[in-house]
Antibody, heavy 120, light 113 residues
Framework: QVQLQESGPGLVKPSETLSLTCSVSGGSITSYYWSWIRQPPGQGLEWIGSIYYSGSTNYNPSLRSRVTISLDTSKNQFSLRLSSVTAADTAVYYC??????????????WGQGTLVTVSS | DIVMTQSPDSLAVSLGERATINCKSSQSVLYSSNNKNYLTWYQQKPGQPPKLLIYWASTRESGVPDRFSGSGSGTDFTLTISSLQAEDVAVYYCQQYYSIPFTFGPGTKVDIK
């Protein structure tokens, strides 16, 4: 059974960089596409971006200038960095797996999510 | 971007009754080369991540009860819960995976009447 677990600071100061890691167990990261998705408190879902094991990335244009997604195959992890954060970036951040070895697929496995609050 | 809308925003249904949620995309998510609709439905309960229910607009994910069904094509889609159970209380989201950026509907909250 594939499991994903997000980790990282729960509090980030405005203008700083948010950094999260998703650890994957029960399956290899060297297949499938992997994504980050966020959900502001009480609001809907926003796709941030995705990565393939080859290192190929795709980002939401609304965040592209501030987002970097990377992966570490030796640790079976992938990571998110979001720079110059503001209060609008406060959200629960989820990592998720696409259902297939194809970017245009839904998400079948999700982490439990981690709340990141942007505040001084 | 493909904009996803859902209706209603919320609904309350008696136990055992039918619940119907609509989802509309601002452009077609039907890929002509394979005749598949790149549309999925998720269920999210409080404090939990979304759970995949339906993909390709009408294919039920393994383990999902058959009271959940999806229909529609092109730009108009429906999620139906044929006989609402207490454990179905949740927010339901549609999502298109036809093109980047992948986008979600705003969600429909389902409660017991």
């Amino acid at each position: 059974q594939v499991q994903l677990q997000e980790s990282g600071p729960g509090l980030v100061k405005p203008s700083e960089t948010l950094s999260l890691t998703c650890s994957v167990s029960g399956g290899s990261i060297t297949s499938y596409y992997w994504s980050w998705i966020r959900q502001p408190p009480g609001q809907g879902l926003e796709w941030i971006g995705s990565i393939y094991y080859s290192g190929s990335t795709n980002y939401n244009p609304s965040l592209r200038s501030r987002v970097t997604i990377s992966l570490d195959t030796s640790k079976n992890q992938f990571s998110l960095r979001l720079s110059s954060v503001t209060a609008a970036d406060t959200a629960v951040y989820y990592c998720a797996r696409h259902t297939d070895d194809d970017l245009t697929r839904p998400f079948d496995y999700w982490g439990q999510g981690t709340l990141v609050t942007v505040s001084s | 971007d493909i904009v996803m809308t859902q209706s209603p925003d919320s609904l309350a249904v008696s136990l055992g009754e039918r619940a119907t949620i609509n989802c509309k995309s601002s452009q077609s998510v039907l890929y002509s080369s394979n005749n598949k609709n790149y549309l999925t439905w998720y269920q999210q309960k409080p404090g939990q991540p979304p759970k995949l229910l339906i993909y390709w607009a009408s294919t039920r994910e393994s383990g999902v009860p058959d009271r959940f069904s999806g229909s529609g094509s092109g730009t108009d889609f429906t999620l139906t819960i044929s006989s609402l159970q207490a454990e179905d209380v949740a927010v339901y989201y549609c999502q298109q995976y036809y093109s980047i950026p992948f986008t979600f509907g705003p969600g429909t909250k389902v409660d017991i009447k």
